[in-house]
């Protein structure tokens, strides 16, 4: 089967960068020439096309039932200069399998929607524009007044454009008016993982949780040469040590990760003691408790040293919380890779995704197949075709198990 393939590589010829890769941010003429693209296949496809406020594309194939439905889908906006696969896959996989599943004229108890989702990456206008729309975490009036960041335009006006291109192929709605089930998301990996381990498919079992520490520990300036050791206050002692006790801290939990990556030096000069640094440590796991304890631990180890050192600690955290997935659907999913005789992996999403904004209303879950070498958000993101069909099947046959009323 070599549709998908071919969706793939129609969508990466659109907005395509000289640089070698695609340009597609949400809503920019890039990104309205691939969003018509789709539209028509949508239609080519036997879908009912609506569009939200939020610029979300829905293509609606009926069920039995009215409602619920099952959703699936994903973005095609892209980064500057990204890759061809990132959200694309999990668009033209649901596409592919509701073709599929007409030319098998399949008839479920319930509807399925494949849903365009807007600005997933956040390049445009804000980060998940149309899922936060969709699942009402925003209104109407709040994404409107928004103003482009690659051009000065409103969110309503960019919109008015986009529905202007698609006029007389889709159905306006305000939001989509109808109870949602379950979602579910086909997507590459975006991390090394499944292409380093030879493993098929991902089982995501949640999305990772973003903990951002930031400390600011504060000494006393001086001179670095008639200032005694003992009458120091530098604040790059205590730094120093809690860099290495996140390294340490995140070893001792499972599937953690934790970095240092912002270090300022105040005034970072080689002749003067700092007076002040500034550290930022940003924290990823599944488990809300274990980020909390990390945290906790990662703290007190800090205090430590400043005491030691006669320095003073200001902190300041920023918590996004994990998102769990159903565990129906991760059994759903996991089934269906066994069924299709693929290798699989349980693991968490460490990118975010439109759907842990799904997670507000619905049971969610995701798919991942392999991103050579882990590389994403470049023009080198690579997933070979197969990888892409094995997703696709097993997406097909998880939202079958979930499309029949048992
Ligand atoms: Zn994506």
Redesign the pocket.
């Known amino acids: 089967m070599n549709r998908i393939r071919e969706d793939i590589e129609a969508l990466g010829k659109i907005g395509k960068d000289n640089r070698g890769g695609n340009s597609r941010p949400a809503l920019t003429y890039q990104d309205l020439e691939a969003r018509k693209h789709v539209v028509d296949i949508m239609k080519d496809a036997g879908l009912r096309v609506l569009v939200d406020k939020g610029a979300n594309i829905i293509g609606i194939r009926e069920g039995k039932l009215k409602e619920p439905f099952v959703s699936t889908g ?2 095609i906006d892209t980064v500057m200069n990204g890759g061809m696969f ?2 694309v896959l999990g668009v033209m996989g649901g596409l592919e399998t509701i073709r599929q599943m007409n030319e098998e004229r399949i008839k479920t108890d319930f509807p399925l929607a494949l849903i365009v989702f807007t600005d ?1 990456e956040g390049n445009s206008f804000m980060p998940f524009a149309g899922s936060k729309f969709f699942t009402g975490e925003i209104n109407e009036e709040e994404l409107g007044k928004l103003r482009g960041k690659y051009e000065d335009i409103s969110f309503r006006d960019t919109f008015k454009r986009f529905i202007e291109k698609v006029e007389g192929k889709v159905e306006l709605i305000d939001r989509f008016p109808f109870k949602v089930k379950t979602h579910m998301e086909l ?1 590459v990996e975006q991390g090394p993982i499944l292409d380093a381990k030879k493993i098929q498919i991902g089982v995501v079992n949640g999305i990772v949780g973003v903990e951002r520490l930031w400390i600011n520990f504060l000494g006393k300036q001086s001179h670095a040469g008639s200032t005694p050791m003992n009458m120091r206050a530098d604040p790059l002692i205590p730094a120093s040590e809690t860099v290495l006790k996140v390294r340490q801290t995140v070893g001792e939990f499972n599937e953690m990760v934790g970095t240092v990556g912002f270090l300022e030096v105040s005034p970072n000069v080689v002749n003067v003691i700092s007076g002040k640094v500034r550290l930022g440590i940003d924290i990823r796991s599944l488990s809300e408790k274990d980020m909390e304890d990390a945290t906790t631990k990662i703290m007190k180890g800090a205090e430590n040293s400043s005491l030691m050192e006669g320095v003073r600690m200001e902190t300041e955290r920023l918590v996004e919380k994990p998102v769990p997935c159903s565990p129906k659907v991760i059994g759903e999913i996991k089934s269906s890779a066994e069924e299709l005789g693929y290798s699989y992996l349980i693991m968490p999403s460490r990118a975010i ?1 439109d759907t842990q904004v799904m997670a507000s209303i619905t049971d969610v879950g995701m798919i991942f197949v392999p991103s050579k070498d882990g590389i994403s958000h470049a023009p080198q993101e690579w997933t070979d075709w197969e990888d892409c069909d094995r997703g696709q099947r097993v997406l097909k046959l998880a939202l079958l198990k979930e499309l029949q009323n048992k």
């Open positions: 994903s973005h990132d959200g997933e997507h995704h």
